[in-house]
């Protein structure tokens, strides 16, 4: 289940399906050394994901007000699913979770992968 997620979300986000150089047959096609690197050329390119916990709208003059300490209450209840998005397009949702290695920080587990036609622009 783990790997068909993974392989769901590298398609999402713009992946095709992976070659692992490892699995290859010893006698490999003339281009398929050249595809390879470019793929792995493809896969090493950065991109920013952002987990979209809320947000609110508000004038310039309440945000202007805001000091230390001050909550600004967002649109997003206690235990709604989150938005992941990745440069800007909307990928999955999910739960806010405490990482097992380190309580300290969160993480993301994904609930729902968003179908490419389904997905919406984020800003």
Do not use: C, H, Y
């Not at 309440?62 to 709604?80: C, F, H, S, T, Y």
């Amino acid at each position: 289940m783990e790997g068909s997620k993974s392989e769901e979300l590298e398609r999402l986000i713009g992946g095709g399906p992976r070659i692992d150089a490892g699995l290859a047959s010893e006698e490999p096609r003339a281009g398929m050394d050249v595809d390879s690197r470019k793929l792995e050329s493809i896969l090493r390119i950065p991109v920013v994901m952002q987990v979209i916990v809320g947000s609110v709208t508000m004038p310039v003059s309440n945000l202007m007000k805001l000091g230390r300490g001050a909550i600004v209450p967002l649109d997003q209840k206690i235990g709604e699913p989150v938005d992941v998005v990745v440069n800007g397009r909307l990928i999955a949702r999910g739960e806010v979770v405490v990482v097992e290695d380190d309580n300290t920080r969160f993480g993301v587990s994904l609930t729902e992968i968003i179908e490419p036609r389904n997905a919406e622009r984020r800003a």
